[in-house]
């Protein structure tokens, strides 16, 4: 049975859900605080957010018999955060607020705080945005624009692209996974493979 169901299941250990998981927690809290609680808006980033998590979970257990349904259970995932990523720029857009370039140092340094809880987010957003409502720069570049007249805004200005980055990480993340996971399929093959294998093993077995 070791070599028919592999061990399976592992998910809570994958960077990939941990990331969606606390890219989860941090929508949640954003899409409560900026986002109107009864709007079809709202229902949908919590939505793709959980979808991320979830199908990583789901593709996972999976694993163990479908190998098929892992692939496209993780694609399906990534396919959420891709959505999720796309209301945050939303987002941001209507509101005429900055979209963090992708060489921004911002990005850079919340990749490397290593933030494993919503709170250390949160606290890194208000560290930024308060440091850069001090030091007069509230655009992309560093340069000062009237599209923020307040200290809120740029809170969540600074909120939304945080959370854009921890989708391009999740997303970066389930890219190599998905990798992996379909080179894993095309040398080993799927459950029906396995159990081919398996009993044609167990047939030579019992006539030697």
């Known amino acids: 049975m070791n070599g028919l169901i592999p061990k399976h299941g592992g998910f809570r250990k994958l960077k990939s859900f941990q990331v969606a998981q606390l890219l989860y927690d941090v929508t949640v809290r954003f899409c409560d ?3 109107e609680k009864r709007s079809r808006t709202h229902d949908q980033m919590v939505q793709a957010a959980r979808s991320g998590v979830q199908n990583i979970a789901e593709g996972s257990v999976a694993s163990g018999t479908s190998k098929k349904m892992e692939l496209k259970l993780t694609n399906v995932a990534r396919a959420s955060l891709q959505e999720l990523r796309l209301d945050y720029e939303d ?4 509101r005429r607020l900055a979209l963090w370039p992708s060489n921004d140092p911002r990005r850079a340094a919340l990749v490397a705080r290593r933030c494993q809880t919503v709170d250390e987010v949160a606290r890194w957003v208000k560290e930024v945005a308060q440091q850069e409502w001090r030091d007069g720069r509230y655009g992309q570049g560093g340069q ?9 805004q740029l809170y969540a200005q600074t909120a939304a692209n945080a959370a854009h980055v921890l989708c391009g990480v999740a997303m970066a993340l389930l890219d190599r996974q998905l990798q992996a996971q379909a080179r894993a399929f095309e040398q080993e093959g799927g459950f029906t493979e396995r159990l081919y294998r398996t009993r044609t093993a167990s047939r030579t077995q019992r006539s030697s």
């Open 91 to 94: 987002f941001l857009r209507q």
């Open 33 to 35: 605080r900026y986002i």
């Open 144 to 152: 000062s624009t009237s599209s923020i007249p307040s200290i809120q």
